[in-house]
């Protein structure tokens, strides 16, 4: 964990006597409370200002965590805090360049990887309903999105139904819009 608080962390983790296994505060709060448990996955995003937007959904809608992938900036970049306004400071990040290692590690927390993507096999995000409770939503690169072969260790691929002549949002916006929508419709 990395962020203010990184430091509480060890003192903020508690053994489960039944399964052995040890649960953090976060995870304790989103078990309590039956709220998703959402992470970002900012995979080759070029844009710093587009990371740091990243950072002012997650902290806005309380995603537990940005991870940032393969060659996006992190926040220790002066352009993503500039925009990130402190929220880069209040929700916890963590880098992994590796998609593949990064996707093995979540799996193995329990995460369904969810790809915000225009591809075939997509599913509306206005019908789509998260079959797990913790959810990796994956954004890719601005110009190219999310390359097929991540595309393609996805669990689930979503696209936001528009009506323009342009089927593009910027990474951020859409982002949001998926990030929101994976919230409100989760039945957990």
């Not at 342009?166 to 916006?173: I, W």
Request: aromatic share 8%.
């Amino acid at each position: 964990m990395k962020g203010p608080l990184s430091f509480l962390h060890p003192f903020l983790s508690f053994v489960n006597l039944n399964t052995g296994a040890i649960l953090d505060c976060f995870d304790i709060c989103y078990t309590l409370t039956g709220m998703l448990k959402l992470h970002l996955i900012a995979h080759n995003i070029r844009s710093a200002e587009n990371v740091g937007s990243l950072f002012r959904t997650a902290d806005a809608l309380g995603a537990a965590k940005i991870w940032i992938a393969g060659y996006s900036p992190g926040p220790e970049h002066v352009k993503v805090q500039k925009t990130a306004l402190g929220a880069e400071k209040s929700v916890a990040w963590e880098r992994e360049e590796d998609a593949k290692k990064l996707f093995d590690i979540l799996r193995a927390e329990g995460f369904r990887m969810v790809g915000l993507e225009l591809d075939p096999r997509a599913v509306r995000l206005d019908v789509y309903q998260p079959s797990a409770d913790k959810v990796a939503l994956v954004l890719g690169n601005e110009v190219d999105g999310i390359p097929p072969w991540v595309r393609d260790m996805c669990d689930d691929l979503i696209f936001i139904p528009q009506h323009g002549i342009k089927e593009s949002l910027n990474v951020s916006v859409a982002a949001a819009i998926a990030s929101y929508s994976i919230l409100v419709n989760s039945t957990h």
